[in-house]
């Protein structure tokens, strides 16, 4: 699994940051409203990036970004992912992971040797509806609940974030959500944007009102709460 896409310059991919997204190919999960499901069913077909390409796109400019966003697929897949950090980080780089959260291991590996700044993890909805909304019946749930916790507790600045797709998402699942992860700091809800190359086809998004209705559902469990994309 390599590299097989990169943003140049992004303003959204880490709050506050001038920021270099990089995308790999590969993914454990296929959430049908995945808007990035060409690296993750059609992996064979990405073009790997030479990460030395890479590397040297991140010298030249490391006086005018500060971080690297590393998002995929799910980026704790790749196999020198860590070596790969080592090398940006020797730059001067924060780095954001992104994550669906079943590989705490990586995760933990990454922190405790100050190779990551800031983690997003993905929140797909309620264990009874995560087989569901993630696209896979094999569930290794108990990782995911033990990265939320790392994550809560381990001190690193991170997020949780949940897609809201009116065909998945309820009051109740929202509620149940809420209650595995009481006690976060933040949580963002995004809005889902059907960009044509989505897994499943006919994804609706949730509208603004009952977004907002969700949000408040979810503000008796985690700090704060925010709209994305609405």
Request: glycine share 6%; proline share 3%; hydrophobic share 35%.
């Amino acid at each position: 699994m390599d590299f097989v896409g990169i943003e140049k310059l992004s303003l959204v991919d880490y709050d506050g940051k001038l920021t270099c997204t990089l995308f790999m190919a590969g993914c454990n999960f296929r959430c049908p409203f995945c808007h990035n499901s060409d690296l993750v069913l059609d992996i064979y077909n990405c073009q790997p990036i030479p990460f030395e390409e890479i590397m040297d796109y991140l010298d030249r400019n490391k006086r005018k970004l500060e971080a690297v966003c590393i998002t995929g697929g799910e980026p704790t897949l790749m196999r020198d992912l860590k070596d790969k950090i080592i090398e940006i980080k020797k730059l001067g780089y924060l780095v954001k992971l992104d994550t669906n959260g079943t590989n705490l291991d990586v995760v933990k590996d990454l922190f405790e040797n100050k190779l990551i700044d800031y983690v997003a993890m993905d929140i797909k909805n309620s264990e009874k509806a995560y087989a569901l909304t993630s696209g896979v019946d094999y569930q290794p749930f108990s990782k995911i609940k033990d990265t939320i916790n790392y994550l809560m507790n381990c001190g690193i600045d991170y997020e949780f974030r949940t897609t809201l797709v009116d065909n998945y998402h309820t009051n109740e699942s929202i509620k149940e959500m809420g209650e595995l992860i009481n006690g976060a700091k933040k949580l963002f809800l995004q809005k889902f944007v059907d960009s044509g190359r989505c897994i499943k086809d006919g994804l609706k998004e949730v509208p603004i009102e009952k977004a907002q209705e969700f949000k408040e559902i979810l503000k008796a469990y985690v700090k704060q709460v925010e709209l994305r994309g609405y």
